[in-house]
């Protein structure tokens, strides 16, 4: 696969220093411009600050990038001509010189060859509503069950099935962690009240884990770390409740249906909340970058 790892993240690997992935959809086709730069900037400087180093995936001209400069950065932000990327694209894009931003799927696995063993993230796709007719769920949960990285995420969008999300999860194997709570978060809220197995409270408990998978050979399905947006930056569960509830109701009306249930939810519960699901989105993402930066720290300190 042409891969290209920049040379900061290259020589921090080399070093066993902490390296935080990051996609790039959420900036190229997950927040307005101009303000989607301002974010993408922001994050990476958030994990500079956590003492780790910031590698942003994307596909740039048929090249699989593993950190972006500036240039590509900004590039990914302003084009609008930038592909949205699953792993499924990535042999296609790599063949024809295209430039994409990369989904969770796509980001886990090119991050994952590379040897970077934490990955930050919004939320995770999932098992859609009314599967039973559909048979739609994203292609993110088969390619967890296939790479070893750690994943920080605030749950899988509450737009999505979540019972039926984390059973698939149960039965690829994937290890789902509650980060200091005993319920899975719902994305926008802090709680989808759903319970989870396991409870980490602090960014070693998280290193150590990742440490004993390490001990018993090699990796079979990724770790999702589970860290629920701070209840005081979720979206109001009423008001997501209703929202949510009446974006349903219109996509039937509508006859909406496969990859376009997904936008059309988002943006339906952007626009009818005044942007607060955007507020709180962002407030997950900044929160879960935050602590990849300490759980890769960590788990690097305890190779040394």
Known sequence: MPTQVSE????????GRPVVALESTIIAHGLPRPRNLAVAVELEEAVRAGGAVPATVAVVDGTARVGLDRA????????????KLGHRDLGPALATGAT??????????LADAAGIPVFATGGLGGVHREWRETQDESADLRLLARVGITVVCAGVKSILDVPATLQR?????????????????GFYLASSGEPVDWTLRSPGEVAEVMRARD???APWSALVVANPVPEAEQLDPALHDRVLARGLAELKEKGITGQAVTPFLLEYLTTHTDGASLEANLAAV???????ARIAGAYAAGGR
């Not at 994409?100 to 696995?109: E, F, I, N, R, Y």
């Open 8 to 15: 900061e993240v290259r020589e921090a690997l080399h070093e």
């Open 72 to 83: 590509e950065l900004i590039r990914i932000a302003e084009d609008p001509a930038v592909r």
């Open 100 to 109: 994409g931003a990369t989904t969770v799927s796509a980001t886990a696995l």
């Open 169 to 185: 999860l149960e039965t690829l194997g994937v290890t789902v962690v509650g980060y200091g709570t005993d319920t899975f978060p």
């Open 215 to 217: 001990g018993l050979g």
């Open 286 to 292: 900044r929160g879960n970058v935050r602590l990849a």
